[in-house]
């Protein structure tokens, strides 16, 4: 059985520096740093970190005032912000800079008083914190929700003759694109954006899954069942008639999977680690694959810095 490994997989720039923003808090402050919600969505990051000393909580008023408390890589609402203010918490903001970027666009356009259309997924971090950046005095604009091509029909938008649209930063491009198609044919009026949300790292990783599964028969992933980018992966190799999988390590794989298949392709989501990559490459070679050590793809050299106060 051959074995192919995608390039890029793995951490991303954004979840690099979330993380090391956390050891970073650790090593400078020491034990216990609050952490709202997960810094990434993967469980082995989250528990690694959890031994080193972070306490991970949902909401702001489980962190004791005037603590230290870390925003995760998905972004707050701008009501998060004032309350970490409010109860005098020393904040160090994870939120990947990219995510940012939306967050900026949907206030600027809801502070113009243009009606936002957020392309994502209910319940997610990042949306949540994308929803509460609509400013609360927008001159009579709202935000609105879609997660696909029927709810677009759903819509009840009066001013549709200023309105934008905005996306969760880890969604499927061709999912994205298929709405955003929608939104266009329902409102010609749409404005649209100078350059698409969704980002590089995801962008990168579904080209390089795409390549996978052109010349495998089954494609691991290597991600939580929580994180966005990760099911997005499994859902693409697919869509294209190949089996996948979505796992967290190397003890989920199961020898049937493979039985009567000549090539298996690897990758890993965005907040994955090349660790758990590597268990899995190790346990696939027990199963009698064999990969040359090659790796098709692209070279990711994106670098975010941490905030000042860390560096």
């Given at each position: 059985?051959?074995?192919?490994?995608?390039?890029?997989?793995?951490?991303?720039?954004?979840?690099e520096?979330?993380?090391?923003?956390?050891?970073?808090?650790l090593?400078?402050?020491?034990?216990?740093?609050?952490v709202?919600h997960?810094?990434?969505?993967?469980?082995y990051?989250?528990?690694?970190?959890?031994?080193?000393g972070?306490?991970?909580?949902?909401?702001?008023?489980?962190?004791?005032?005037g603590?230290?408390?870390?925003?995760?890589?998905?972004?707050?609402?701008?009501?998060?912000?004032?309350?970490?203010?409010?109860?005098n918490?020393?904040?160090?903001d994870?939120?990947?800079?990219?995510?940012?970027?939306?967050?900026?666009?949907?206030?600027?356009?809801?502070?113009?008083?243009?009606?936002?259309?957020?392309?994502?997924?209910?319940?997610?971090?990042?949306?949540?914190?994308?929803?509460?950046?609509?400013?609360?005095?927008?001159?009579?604009?709202?935000?609105?929700?879609?997660?696909?091509?029927?709810?677009?029909?759903?819509?009840?938008?009066?001013?549709?003759?200023?309105?934008?649209?905005?996306?969760?930063?880890?969604?499927?491009m061709?999912d994205?694109?298929?709405?955003?198609?929608?939104?266009?044919?329902?409102f010609?009026?749409?404005?649209?954006?100078?350059?698409?949300?969704?980002?590089y790292?995801?962008?990168?990783?579904?080209n390089a899954?795409?390549?996978?599964?052109?010349?495998?028969?089954v494609?691991?992933?290597?991600?939580?069942?929580?994180?966005?980018?990760?099911?997005?992966?499994?859902?693409?190799?697919e869509?294209?008639?190949?089996a996948a999988?979505?796992?967290?390590?190397?003890?989920?794989?199961?020898?049937?999977w493979?039985?009567?298949?000549?090539?298996v392709?690897?990758?890993?989501?965005?907040?994955?680690?090349e660790?758990?990559?590597?268990?899995?490459?190790?346990?696939?070679?027990?199963?009698?694959?064999e990969?040359?050590?090659?790796?098709?793809g692209?070279?990711?050299?994106v670098?975010?810095?941490?905030?000042?106060?860390?560096?």
């Amino acid at each position: 059985m051959k074995i192919e490994l995608a390039q890029p997989r793995g951490f991303c720039a954004g979840v690099e520096r979330a993380i090391t923003i956390v050891e970073r808090a650790l090593e400078l402050f020491g034990a216990p740093i609050f952490v709202r919600h997960e810094v990434v969505h993967n469980r082995y990051v989250v528990e690694r970190l959890r031994k080193l000393g972070a306490i991970f909580v949902q909401e702001l008023d489980e962190v004791p005032a005037g603590a230290k408390v870390i925003f995760s890589a998905h972004g707050v609402s701008e009501k998060v912000e004032q309350n970490a203010a409010t109860r005098n918490l020393t904040v160090f903001d994870a939120t990947c800079p990219l995510v940012t970027k939306v967050h900026k666009q949907v206030a600027r356009d809801g502070g113009a008083g243009r009606d936002v259309v957020l392309i994502g997924h209910a319940g997610h971090p990042e949306v949540e914190g994308t929803l509460g950046r609509y400013p609360t005095d927008s001159k009579g604009g709202d935000i609105y929700l879609v997660e696909n091509v029927e709810e677009v029909g759903d819509l009840k938008i009066e001013l549709t003759e200023s309105i934008s649209y905005a996306t969760q930063t880890t969604l499927s491009m061709d999912d994205a694109a298929e709405v955003v198609s929608a939104l266009k044919e329902r409102f010609p009026a749409l404005r649209r954006v100078k350059k698409d949300d969704i980002c590089y790292a995801t962008q990168n990783r579904q080209n390089a899954v795409k390549l996978l599964a052109e010349n495998c028969k089954v494609v691991l992933v290597v991600g939580s069942s929580n994180s966005s980018n990760s099911n997005r992966l499994r859902e693409i190799a697919e869509e294209l008639g190949v089996a996948a999988y979505l796992i967290d390590h190397a003890q989920e794989l199961k020898s049937e999977w493979f039985s009567g298949v000549e090539s298996v392709g690897v990758t890993a989501g965005a907040s994955a680690p090349e660790n758990l990559v590597e268990g899995v490459m190790e346990r696939l070679m027990e199963f009698g694959g064999e990969w040359n050590g090659k790796v098709s793809g692209e070279i990711e050299s994106v670098f975010f810095p941490l905030p000042e106060e860390l560096r």
